[in-house]
T-cell receptor, first 114, second 114 residues
Framework: DTGVSQDPRHKITKRGQNVTFRCDPI?????LYWYRQTLGQGPEFLTY????????KSRLLSDRFSAERPKGSFSTLEIQRTEQGDSAMYLC????????????FGEGSWLTVV | AQSVSQHNHHVILSEAASLELGCNYS??????LFWYVQYPGQHLQLLLK??????LVKGIKGFEAEFIKSKFSFNLRKPSVQWSDTAEYFC????????????FGPGTSLSVIP
């Protein structure tokens, strides 16, 4: 499968713990996005990378959230001191610069904070 | 702030019925418009997109959408739905002036009854 892959697919954690999600974009896609989706809602933009540079962050991304893309390939999204309100699906997407603005989504990582 | 609204939260249709899902956005500048679909248990997939030119856009699986600039609308249509069209449908908008932030609507859940 050469699509966007995310790991883990499901994560249950206790409140206060840290969690990290990984995203492997489609090969050679230089743009990578993180979105969050809760039940009954559309995906909400969190942050975006062009290569290794993080170009935009949503106000939704509190200081407990940090995203990196150190080598311009895979990306990680870390949530520190998780809260129950962090429970959601975290979606990663990618695109190449010349793809006509079509972004391709991964299957998401479900986070449940108990 | 830019926003995307979708007229219906949940639509129920019988097979062969015609479908129209409404989408409106609030941004007045030049935009790119998208419809994504999320089948049960699957990731978001692009149905169709509008960047410029003919405002009537044809997508996959018999879907089409019409961009009406004066109404800030991008409604999705299909003349005859099938049971396999049961899914969540998301309208999305990207401002041409923004780096890459795609804003999604809240989604419309379509249930097609055989």
């Amino acid at each position: 499968d050469t699509g966007v892959s995310q790991d883990p697919r499901h994560k249950i954690t206790k409140r206060g713990q840290n969690v990290t999600f990984r995203c492997d974009p489609i090969s050679e896609h230089n743009r990578l996005y993180w979105y969050r989706q809760t039940l009954g809602q559309g995906p909400e933009f969190l942050t975006y990378f062009q290569n290794e540079a993080q170009l935009e962050k949503s106000r939704l991304l509190s200081d407990r959230f940090s995203a990196e893309r150190p080598k311009g390939s895979f990306s990680t999204l870390e949530i520190q001191r998780t809260e129950q309100g962090d429970s959601a699906m975290y979606l990663c997407a990618s695109r190449e610069a010349s793809s006509g603005n079509t972004i391709y989504f991964g299957e998401g990582s479900w986070l449940t904070v108990v | 702030a830019q926003s995307v609204s979708q007229h219906n939260h949940h639509v129920i249709l019988s097979e062969a019925a015609s479908l129209e899902l409404g989408c409106n956005y609030s941004y007045g500048g030049t935009v790119n418009l998208f419809w994504y679909v999320q089948y049960p248990g699957q990731h978001l997939q692009l149905l169709l997109k509008y960047f410029s030119g003919d405002p009537l856009v044809k997508g996959i699986k018999g879907f089409e959408a019409e961009f009406i600039k004066s109404k800030f609308s991008f409604n999705l249509r299909k003349p005859s739905v099938q049971w396999s069209d049961t899914a969540e449908y998301f309208c999305a908008v990207k401002r041409k002036t923004s780096y890459d932030k795609v804003i999604f609507g809240p989604g419309t859940s379509l249930s097609v009854i055989p």
